[in-house]
């Protein structure tokens, strides 16, 4: 450690007096004291002794740099995303016999923390060859789509599936409860999937092996394990311990074979319960699931056999499939997870768990002894003591050193706030403070309050919260109100490892524990050199913003905890409000107690808010106008009510928003409080519905599994061929790939204002920083190539002398590493003069800030004359103005690009995160001024991306290659999740001012509606998209006379673009609003008014397409409201909104249609395919579409396999490439399997003609190698082109001539949806309880695939209707950028009920056909027309407001726009305490935050 240097951090004010340096203070300790630099730990089963590593990486760092560990993913660098999460293999601090499984975030995690421990990432459990059961599972079960997510949701679910063994009781039980409802999915998101599959397969581990509850048979396994001595165990010296337990499922080391194939265990695993399973834990799968020893083959589809390597057959065609009649298997993705089906219903088959092959805890670790330890550069430094007393001293000499326990704030604040702490010290390895030593439970009794060790994990705080209060009951009430925050604290990984320490010393005001210890009373015991050692009460220890009264040397070492005292008339409570339950950061947080006297009168109470102040405060006036108070009383409640709105009387522009929101929460859970209160103390009668919140249960689900039109490949269940290399981790995604020799990452200069003259950008100080290598900016490349854009060039690559939108790209640093680059980018001074933006489409309209687009719509009388005469034969007008949001597509790998140049002629090879391959293709050979043949741009799979990579992708790869050029370097990117959302632009946030004609029956009669998109600062697409927004404006209605006129708004904030929907559920968004308006103003039930104006084949819609007799809506809302029981349900909803005041339902029944084909730019309707046979029969297909977890690839290869009459592992696709494929359009407007599809047949067409006389000549049932390699040998092109173009389609903007003008749709994908859900009134919180949804998706080619789509799909729109909210500051500033603040559905906002099913028969039970349907096998586009349905928990939730406000006698008619957010529907309710804290806007104040729509 000599050589090491040591940093000079700048001084601050509260080191010693003696002002001594870093390096001064620490250099005597290093010697003495921290004498090892080396970690020493396990990875995946193998030692590692990792000498002086970079002090900057984090766990993720270390582990991605890894060549062969790749599975573990940045999604978000955050700890919002559970992408990079891992499992630490570590000794139970509660019983150092036992072993425990914590999954972590390996992006906060600090690397020092992984001395001693060992670490298992996604490859240390399975491989393709040989999956894990849950690898297995997953990706047969359909859990995978884009596959980014998957790796941390398996080692999620791993962590859960090994805990679930107790060594004491010898029991294995894992229940569904366990899965759904304990919070260890909750760190983890998945934007593909809808979670659904996901929880299937994780189920299964329940229902099919594990049989609920495994117990060990104690004889088979020696000694108990009460007697196992540990130390022994750690002395012995045998390289392995010969006692104890590994903590495997099933069994340990000591009772199964070393090599892992233990038999015993096996069986033991099989063997049947001996305690039943809960119903719950028996979920319904209803495809035909069962578990086999072997991975079993359906060789209809897969298993395909080749011949030998020509050389050695080449003179004997017929032979070869007589000397190998088995063939040659490849080593394909599909052998694990293939599925087959009898009669359309698919069989899955699982390997069957085998705990006996699960990673042991190494045997080395048993006997590690920690050490203090000390390693860094000359920038950074990280400590890790490993007592109390050396961590007391370090802070002694050196004060200014960082504590760093848990890391979850700490890290939040190195990557996002730009804090380096030169000096680090991991305190969460030191026993005294990781490990409370709870009182035995006779002592607990007696006891009078609680000493938790202040690092303490928070999952531990929640199992001894919880395990206290089922022995102490009430007297514990502080814990259980302590548990039931910390269950709603962040995701698993993060409370695995966070600590009570680490919030309080934190201080933020909107923390979850701090008011819970608050209100109990809680002190912190603080240990300092300069000090000594004291007791700080809460109460004293907040002082201002994250600031507190601990001193700069001071330690935390507990945290105590008063219990309630026996007999006392006490109760403490904890309540918290998010915008979503889970791991989300609270709006209103609380802890409350009151303990009352004899009389019943308030004899102490404590209101402890968080997020209504700078800091967690009590509600001072409140608590000492109710003292001495009667508390049941309604004059007391009242009382406190009315002191609570004076203690918070937050203005309208309060910092965070949200006023009149936070101070009605504050009201209303203290309204709560007093009500659980009451009734806790028994004090007397009150409504249950006030007290209770928002139960979710168990979610269940079917699929209707069953395809009466499978053919031998096409209509099969196939999981997605990637599925299990996306499980094991192994698939690879651009930044996945190997590194390039000499090559450079790039770091973006991004503007930090919306709008702002650029005065000077000064990089000198960048490019003094560590491994930087150069700059580019808008002088690096001519003025006239600085420009794209999807439609209309008007972007700049490189800001140029004015920035018009927050994060803005100015210019970019490249360095040796992605860190470098990015701390470098940051270095980079910009000076800015600061002008006004435009954020909203409001202020565009009053601005006049439009692009030029001007599209309009006319039918009836519109069409020449005005829609005043429509208006005129109207019975009643209705007018109204409707917002939705944007949203953001959070696709979970961000966009990446590599770079690679060639040596010669200009030749760039460009692997790019992008659906749209010949668009990057262009870009770039536009700025490196070469032409597209020398361009080739690839890319293998994407980790999702909506529309999000459609054209926002292409300008990072033109930017790497422009630096590609100038420093004849590879160049690589990945952008970091802010980054990404500040850049990528979102789904259009827009706003229709209609106005509706209808007769006094309800029939629609004219609609004039004026509609608006907020592009942002560029056009890119915003055109096209709103030209589906006015076509979709209809939804499934017939209106006959029609105008309305399309603006795109021009604002400072990012471009919008596409994504999944284009504009139209916005556009039906607006026409279902309108019809509950229409519906409430008639006083015509809503179901009635829809059915009195749907379409009729023959009608026309307003783009002149006429309806024809595929048009299957009412069917589906026939078959789907008898299946789903709604008119049932509906009145059983009326029934229960008359007798629940405080908690209402709502259910409604919504139909979509949804045009497929690039409906304004017809030349993209156009796809070619490439197949290749070669000679020993194998096939290589390329075709111009992209995968990005659709499963495209997968469906292609069926089609092609189905064509050339092989199986689907015959056929592979590596990659999507312009060289392969010329002139592809974007996969995107659910056109990819039409388009791609149609043209592989036409490629397979081809070769078919020209197999056919080999086909003759070797019989119908010979092989392809055989067929393929005759053709060869009689010179025969295997090789075939294939082109379609979507032919009848083609409408001109302004034709409306009935006989001459073209569909502009090929067709409709139409369905329906029935939600039903419940909303919490008093906080404006919901769930869903059921939803049913059933499309038309013609003839599925893969009907897994679809119904992935259409559940994923469902759930993206349910949260672009419900909680996913884009928001800016005044300033412009963009401020929802990462996980912490925008929120996505996680595992537990799914419906409860979830199913799905496809439209197949007609109402008198008859085989369905599609008339007009001219499309690959019949099938039609599935990718974006469900996500519209995901309206139906708005249009539920919508009734349920409503319901509320007709109880609360609200008058006026409901207006509530999307989304629709716990605050917005908090707020419509109306009610009195809603009124009562009513915070009036003053004259010149704005919200804190802007919603741009
Ligand atoms: C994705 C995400 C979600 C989150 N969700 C929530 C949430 O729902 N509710 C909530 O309240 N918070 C939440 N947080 C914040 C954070 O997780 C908590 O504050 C957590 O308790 C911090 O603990 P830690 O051990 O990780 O602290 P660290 O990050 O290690 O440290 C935080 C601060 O505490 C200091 N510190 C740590 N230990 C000691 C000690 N023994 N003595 C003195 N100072 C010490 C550190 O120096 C540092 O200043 C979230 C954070 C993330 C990243
Ligand atoms: S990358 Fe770690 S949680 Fe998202
Ligand atoms: S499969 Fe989960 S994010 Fe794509």
Redesign the pocket.
């Known amino acids: 450690m000599k050589e090491m240097e040591l940093p000079t951090p700048p001084k601050p004010l509260a080191d010693p007096p003696k002002a001594l340096t870093a390096a001064e203070s620490l250099t005597p300790l290093i010697e003495s004291t921290y004498t090892s630099p080396d970690l020493f730990f396990y990875l995946n089963g193998k030692k590692v002794i990792l000498s002086n590593p970079n002090p900057h990486w984090t766990l993720l760092d270390y582990i991605r740099a890894q060549k062969s560990l790749k599975g573990t993913k940045l999604g978000c660098g955050?700890?919002?995303c559970g992408a990079c999460t891992v499992v630490l293999q570590v000794k139970d601090s509660q019983d150092q016999r036992k072993i425990v499984h914590l999954a972590v975030n390996a992006c906060?995690f600090p690397l020092v923390g992984i001395d001693g421990k060992h670490v298992i990432t996604v490859e240390g459990l399975g491989s393709v060859a040989s999956p894990h059961p849950l690898q297995e599972r997953i990706a047969k079960m359909h859990g995978s789509q884009c596959g980014f997510c998957t790796p941390g949701i398996v080692m999620s679910l791993y962590a859960l599936v090994r805990n679930s063994y107790n060594v004491e009781t010898r029991k294995f039980h894992l229940s569904a409860r366990d899965i759904e409802l304990e919070g260890h999915l909750d760190g983890n998101l998945c934007r593909c999937t809808g979670y659904k599959p996901i929880l299937q397969a994780a189920k299964t581990f329940i229902t099919e092996d594990l049989k609920g509850q495994l117990v060990e048979d104690s004889t088979a396994h020696g000694d108990s394990v009460e007697a196992v001595d540990i130390t022994g165990l750690v002395s012995n010296g045998s390289g392995r311990p010969s006692k104890g337990s590994c903590g495997r499922p099933g069994g340990c080391c000591r009772d199964t074979p070393s090599d892992g194939s233990s038999g015993e265990s096996k069986s033991e695993c099989s063997s049947p319960s001996t305690e039943p399973s809960s119903l719950s834990d028996e979920e319904f799968i209803p495809a035909h699931i069962a578990v086999t020893k072997e991975p079993m083959q359906d060789a209809e589809v897969s298993g395909t056999t080749y011949a030998l390597p020509l050389k050695s057959r080449e003179n004997d065609v017929q032979d070869t499939s007589k000397s190998h009649p088995e063939g040659i298997k490849t080593e394909s993705s599909l052998q694990a997870p293939t599925s087959g089906s009898k009669n359309g219903v698919p069989q899955i088959e699982f390997a069957e768990y085998i705990p006996g092959t699960e990673l042991i805890f190494p045997p080395a670790l048993w006997r590690y002894d920690p050490k203090p330890l000390c390693y860094g550069n000359g920038r950074k430094v990280w400590f890790r003591p490993v007592t109390l007393d050396q961590l007391a001293e370090l802070k002694g000499v050196y004060p200014s050193a960082?504590?760093?326990?848990?890391?979850?704030?700490?890290?939040?604040e190195v990557r996002f706030k730009n804090s380096d702490y030169a000096v680090a010290v991991y305190?969460s390895d030191i026993e005294e403070?990781k490990q409370t030593k709870l009182p035995s439970f006779g002592a607990l009794e007696t006891a009078e309050e609680l000493l938790l060790s202040?690092?303490t994990p928070?999952t531990e705080v929640e199992r001894m919260c919880k395990d206290i209060y089922a022995k102490l009951g009430k007297r514990a009430m502080v814990l259980e109100a302590l548990r039931k925050q910390l269950r709603?604290?962040?995701?698993r990984q993060?409370r695995n490892?966070?600590?009570?320490?680490?919030?309080i010393?934190?201080a933020?005001p909107?923390?979850?524990?701090n008011p819970v210890l608050l209100a109990a009373g809680a002190s912190v015991v603080v240990r300092s050199q300069s000090i000594g050692l004291s007791e700080v009460p809460l109460n004293k220890f907040f002082i201002a913003y994250r600031t507190t009264s601990?001193p700069p040397d001071?330690?935390?070492t507990h945290v105590k905890i008063p219990l309630h005292k026996a007999g006392a008339r006490e109760v403490l409570k904890a309540y918290k409000q998010a915008k979503r339950k889970d791991?989300?950061?609270?709006i209103v947080t609380a802890g409350f107690k009151v303990r009352l006297n004899e009389e019943g009168e308030v004899e102490d109470i404590v209101l402890a808010y968080g997020g209504m102040a700078p800091k967690t405060v009590e509600s001072v006036n409140a608590q000492s106008a109710l003292l001495g108070k009667k508390w049941f009383s309604s004059e007391t409640l009242e009382l406190g009510l009315d002191n609570l709105t004076r203690d918070f009387d937050l203005s309208f522009s309060v910092p965070g928003g949200m006023a009149h929101y936070r101070k009605t929460l504050a009201l209303s859970l203290f309204f709560r409080f007093w009500h659980e209160s009451v009734s806790e103390l028994t004090l007397g009668s009150v409504d249950n519905d006030i007290i209770e919140e928002i139960h979710r249960d168990i979610s269940t689900g079917i699929r209707d599994d069953y395809n009466p039109n499978e053919q031998r490949i096409v209509g099969k269940q196939i999981p997605h061929l990637s599925a299990l290399k996306q499980c094991t981790g192994e698939a690879e995604y651009i930044d996945d790939m190997p590194p390039q020799d000499q090559e450079l990452f790039g770091g973006l200069v991004m503007s930090s204002k919306a709008h702002a003259k650029l005065l000077d950008v000064d990089w000198e100080p960048a490019l003094k920083m560590p491994g930087v290598a150069g700059y580019i900016d808008k002088d690096s490349i001519p003025k006239e190539k600085n420009v794209f854009g999807a439609m209309i060039k008007d972007e700049p690559y490189f800001a140029d002398g004015e920035v018009r939108h927050h994060g803005q790209v100015i210019g970019m640093v490249y360095a040796e590493t992605a860190l470098q680059a990015q701390a470098a980018a940051r270095a980079v001074q910009v000076t800015y003069e600061e002008l006004p933006p435009i954020l909203t489409i409001d202020e565009a309209i009053e601005a006049k800030s439009f692009f030029k687009h001007n599209r309009a719509l006319k039918k009836g009388v519109a069409v020449d004359g005005s829609m005043d005469e429509a208006f005129a034969k109207c019975d009643r007008i209705f007018e109204g103005k409707t917002r939705i949001g944007g949203q953001e597509h959070f696709y979970l790998e961000t966009n990446a690009a590599l770079v690679i140049p060639g040596s010669e002629d200009g030749f760039m090879e460009v692997w790019s995160s992008t659906q749209n391959t010949m668009e990057t293709q262009e870009f770039v050979s536009q700025v490196l001024g070469v032409p597209s043949s020398r361009i080739n741009c690839r890319v293998k799979r994407m980790g999702g991306a909506f529309g999000g990579k459609e054209s926002r992708s292409v300008p990072f790869a033109a930017l790497l290659a422009i630096a590609a050029k100038k420093e004849r370097r590879p160049m690589r990117i990945m952008l970091n999740r802010d980054e990404d959302m500040l850049l990528s632009g979102q789904r259009h946030p827009c706003q229709a001012r209609w106005k509706i004609g209808v007769s006094n029956e309800g029939k629609l009669l004219a609609l004039e509606a004026d509609i608006f998109d907020n592009a942002g600062f560029s056009q890119d697409m915003s055109g096209a998209v709103m030209d589906r927004c006015i076509t979709h404006f209809d939804n499934c209605y017939e209106i006959p006379d029609v105008y309305l006129k399309g603006n795109v708004c021009k604002t400072n904030t990012h471009s919008n673009t596409a994504f999944r929907g284009f504009g139209a559920p916005q556009g039906m968004y607006f026409t279902e609003s309108i019809m509950y308006a229409v519906s409430e103003g008639l006083g015509i039930d809503i179901d009635e008014l829809r059915q009195r104006n749907l379409y009729k084949p023959g009608n026309w819609t307003p783009f002149f397409q006429k309806i024809d007799e595929d048009w299957h809506v009412p069917l589906l809302l026939k078959q789907l409201g008898d299946s789903s029981n709604y008119e049932t349900r509906k009145a059983e909803v009326a029934k229960f909104n008359a007798t629940n005041k405080w908690k209402k339902r709502g259910i409604c029944l919504v139909p979509t249609k949804f045009g497929l084909s690039f409906a304004t730019a017809l030349h993209l309707n156009q796809a070619g395919a490439y197949i290749k046979i070669y000679a020993d029969g194998s096939i290589l297909l390329h075709h111009g579409g992209t995968e990005m977890g659709q499963g495209l690839y997968t469906k292609m290869c069926q089609v092609a396999a189905q064509e050339l009459g092989v199986t689907v592992d015959a056929i592979f696709t590596q990659d999507t490439q312009t060289y392969q494929s010329a002139n592809a359009s974007p996969t995107a407007a659910s056109s990819g399997s039409d388009l791609n599809g149609m043209a592989v047949k036409n490629a397979c067409d081809i070769l078919n003609e020209r197999l056919q006389p080999f086909r003759e000549k070797y019989g119908p049932n010979a092989p392809m190698s055989t067929i393929a390699h005759a053709a060869y040998i009689d010179r025969v092109n295997l090789a075939a082109n294939g082109f379609w173009k979507m032919p009848t389609i083609g409408y001109q903007w302004g034709d409306t001539n009935h006989e001459t003008v073209k569909p502009m749709y090929y067709y409709f994908t139409q369905g329906a949806g029935v939600t039903e859900v419940e909303l919490d009134v008093l906080t404006g919180d919901h769930t869903v309880l059921r939803t049913d949804l059933m499309m038309d998706v013609g003839n599925s080619i893969n009907p897994a695939i679809d119904y992935g789509q259409i559940e994923g799909a469902f759930v993206q729109g349910q949260g672009m209707f419900t909680i996913e909210e884009s928001l800016w500051l005044k300033s412009g500033e963009f401020a929802t950028r990462g996980p912490?603040t925008y929120k996505i559905p996680g595992f537990s906002d799914i419906p409860q009920v979830f199913n799905a099913s496809m439209l197949r028969y007609d109402n008198e039970g008859k085989p369905l056909s599609w008339k007009h349907l001219r499309s690959i096998q019949s099938s039609k586009g599935i990718g974006e027309p469900p996500l519209f349905l995901g309206s139906t928990v708005f249009f539920a939730l919508r009734e349920a407001v409503k319901a509320a406000r007709e109880m609360n006698g609200a008058k006026e008619p409901l207006a509530l726009d999307s989304p629709a957010t716990a605050e917005k529907m908090r707020l419509a309710v109306a009610d009195d305490l809603a009124k009562r804290a009513q915070v009036v806007q003053k004259e010149g104040e704005r919200n804190f935050f802007v919603a741009v729509a």
């Open positions: 955050e700890g919002g906060l960082k504590l760093v326990g848990g890391a979850s704030e700490v890290q939040v305190v403070l202040a690092n928070l709603y604290f962040a995701g993060i490892v966070a600590s009570l320490a680490g919030n010393a934190t933020s909107i923390s979850d524990a601990l001071g330690i935390i791991d989300d950061i609270a912490g």
